[in-house]
């Protein structure tokens, strides 16, 4: 099968591309940026590579024509009010129009990337299933754009007649990642505060690795028109905290703060981003979550054979990403004492010399160089 893949340069569309090659398919990745034709590495393979903007459904027809099916991963993943028109307009608009264009190049099937928490979240530690769904709770423009979205692919797989399977992965951990997302910035948070404090509430932690192959699965097994939460384990903030500390050889977790100190600090961290011109690392858009349980199953996606690693091995995957991601400021990778699974979690590329042509391959761990980041005045808290 050839397979469409927008947002292969992502985190979780390079993961699908991996994954689809590694079970025989053809990819074909189709990108935002980029030459207009050519080629994309993914780890050790190449793959055709296509440019076609989410805005542009004509260029997105040309762009699938040829495929079989589509993975649509493509999406803004961020919180706080300036980003709110994007995140609808992308998550929402950009789904009609590539369904529709998949619609308009005869594609036979398509999976499209939404998130676990269209399935809301609880004030106890219950896990929730695809049968729930987003409340009344505090719920980010994010959150209300994957609603949106999951209704405009249903809509718009049964207009047109194309089979629609949604997955819903929960908080992803891992790599690779060329931009920082509130996922693996749930783990940067803990290694830049110097008070060690965790939080009530918990989340669903999975593995980038897994979260691709379960797409994967779904693409040729899931039922069309259904949910399929793709996750590993139920963890509370204090579990979640410890594991970093002991991957990462920190001390902590120590005093469990309350919820609303989230938004008190968040709110601060907002003032100081625009102070210094720089993205906040925490906002209170996604402050106001804390507390909740984001705890979900995933016995549906194993039922069609989908499988995901320990939360351990999911946090080590996530540290051995950031460990060489300029993301984390090098006052605080000096001080790092990594445990041996997370040095074991992916093997170390070595960068270019200076002077030399940069290769682009996905995957890679190679340090690019960005602007340095600025020692925060307040830590960013999780979600």
Avoid at 129 to 136: F, K
């Amino acid at each position: 099968m050839r397979v469409a893949v927008t947002g292969a340069t992502g985190m979780v569309g390079g993961q699908v591309a991996r994954a689809a090659l590694q079970a025989g398919h053809e990819v074909r990745a189709v990108t935002r940026d980029g030459p207009a034709v050519g080629t994309l590495r993914i780890g050790e393979d190449t793959v055709e590579r296509v440019t076609a903007p989410l805005t542009d459904r004509r260029r997105l027809a040309v762009a699938l024509t040829g495929c079989d099916a589509l993975v649509h991963c493509a999406a803004v993943y961020a919180f706080g009010g300036a980003r709110a028109a994007e995140v609808e307009q992308v998550n929402v608009d950009g789904t009609q129009a590539v369904l529709e264009a998949a619609a308009d190049a005869g594609l036979a099937r398509a999976v499209v990337t939404s998130s676990s928490v269209t399935c809301g979240s609880s004030s106890i530690p219950r896990a929730r299933d695809e049968t729930d769904h987003l409340g009344a709770e505090p719920a980010p423009a994010y959150y209300a754009s994957k609603v949106s979205q999951e209704e405009v692919a249903l809509e718009t797989g049964g207009r047109r007649g194309i089979p629609v399977v949604l997955a819903l992965p929960t908080v992803i951990l891992g790599g690779p990642f060329t931009r920082l997302a509130p996922s693996n910035a749930i783990v940067l948070r803990y290694l830049l505060d110097p008070t060690r404090s965790t939080y009530p509430g918990g989340c669903n932690v999975v593995d980038a690795r897994d979260v691709g192959a379960g797409h994967v699965t779904l693409l040729e097994r899931g039922i069309a028109g259904e949910r399929y939460l793709l996750g590993g384990d139920d963890v509370t903030w204090r579990m979640l905290h410890t594991l970093v500390a002991e991957l990462a050889g920190l001390p902590g977790p120590f005093a469990e703060m309350p919820a609303g100190s989230a938004w008190t600090v968040s709110a601060a961290t907002e003032l100081w981003a625009r102070v210094t011109g720089t993205e906040p690392l925490s906002t209170r858009d996604e402050a106001q979550t804390v507390g909740r349980y984001y705890w979900y199953t995933s016995a549906k996606a194993h039922e069609l054979g989908y499988a995901g690693r320990p939360a351990r091995a999911a946090v080590a995957a996530s540290l051995a990403w950031l460990a060489v991601s300029p993301d984390l400021p090098r006052w605080v990778r000096e001080g790092l004492r990594l445990h041996p699974e997370v040095r074991a979690a992916r093997p170390l590329v070595p960068g270019p010399l200076p002077g030399e042509p940069a290769s682009e391959p996905l995957g890679a761990a190679t340090v690019r160089t960005r602007p340095p980041r600025s020692r925060p005045a307040s830590p960013r808290r999780p979600r």
